[in-house]
């Protein structure tokens, strides 16, 4: 349930907490059923990664372009196996992995974080957002995905792209400019119960390649009989 002092600008608190139990089925849906046909691009945002593959990939997401980032990933946990494997690596060893995708001066940052989160974890990944994110530097929506994809908790992702694609969704009960602490409130309140590995990958995706800043496109989506952005363009 949203709560009172999550919505700003005296939009009222029953309209929001309305849209969002007349469509939240399906929305679930929408997203699942397309997730299902269109397999996520990242292979360590699906069922049954561990958090050391993870972790791997968004940082791999963040350092690099999305172009590049699936083949550093793989590259990079076939030679390094675990989170010890890397930390017991030589910083060569990490170098030279990284240099034929030019991005060989991201290893020293590699190794101390990789140490200074075994470190956090005594000897293991850290289990929690705070001591994530106090020993690794990653940003919210990234920690959440790690503990979503890796440990299976069920959180929802919110990133950037997420959260202008929830906005869109409810403009017409939103602020122009919403907190994020609402959005994430939103995603929570979206997240089901089940398959929420599958329905935060494909939200992910959804978001950046079909809910565009700047070119959406809606036709193709598999919500947008339900949102308020994609009914005004009309």
Same mark, same amino acid.
């Given at each position: 349930m949203v709560? $009172?002092? =999550? #919505?700003?600008? %005296?939009?009222?608190?029953?309209a929001l907490t309305e849209a969002l139990e007349v469509r939240r089925r399906q929305i679930q849906e929408g997203v699942l059923s397309w997730t299902t046909n269109n397999l996520p691009r990242y292979p360590w945002r699906q069922s049954g990664r561990t958090p050391y593959e993870a972790l791997i990939?968004? #940082?791999?997401?963040? =350092?690099?372009?999305? %172009?590049?980032?699936?083949? /550093?990933? $793989? &590259?990079? /946990?076939?030679? *390094? !196996?675990?989170?010890?494997? #890397?930390? =017991?690596?030589?910083e060569d060893d990490l170098t030279d992995i990284l240099s034929s995708f030019g991005i060989r001066q991201y290893a020293q940052r590699i190794k101390m974080m990789v140490k200074s989160l075994l470190k956090e974890g005594k000897g293991d990944l850290p289990r929690d957002s705070e001591?994530?994110?106090?020993?690794? %530097? !990653? =940003? &919210? &929506?990234?920690?959440?995905?790690?503990?979503? *994809?890796?440990?299976?908790l069920p959180i929802a992702v919110i990133d950037a792209n997420v959260s202008r694609m !929830?906005?869109?969704?409810?403009?017409?009960?939103?602020?122009?400019?919403?907190?994020?602490? !609402?959005? $994430?409130?939103? %995603?929570?309140?979206?997240l089901p119960y089940g398959n929420f590995q599958c329905y935060n990958s494909g939200l992910l995706e959804l978001?950046? #390649? /079909?809910?565009?800043d700047e070119l959406p496109q809606c036709p193709r989506c598999p919500v947008g009989d339900v949102c308020d952005y994609a009914e005004a363009l009309s």
């Open positions: 709560r $009172q002092n =999550e #919505v700003e600008s %005296g939009r009222p608190l029953h990939g968004e #940082v791999c997401l963040k =350092e690099t372009s999305s %172009g590049i980032a699936v083949p /550093v990933y $793989q &590259h990079f /946990v076939q030679r *390094f !196996l675990s989170i010890k494997a #890397v930390a =017991e690596a030589g001591s994530f994110a106090r020993a690794s %530097g !990653l =940003e &919210h &929506h990234r920690i959440r995905a790690i503990l979503c *994809f890796g440990y299976g !929830l906005s869109r969704l409810f403009s017409n009960t939103l602020p122009s400019r919403p907190a994020q602490g !609402l959005i $994430q409130t939103i %995603g929570e309140n979206l978001a950046e #390649v /079909v809910c565009q």
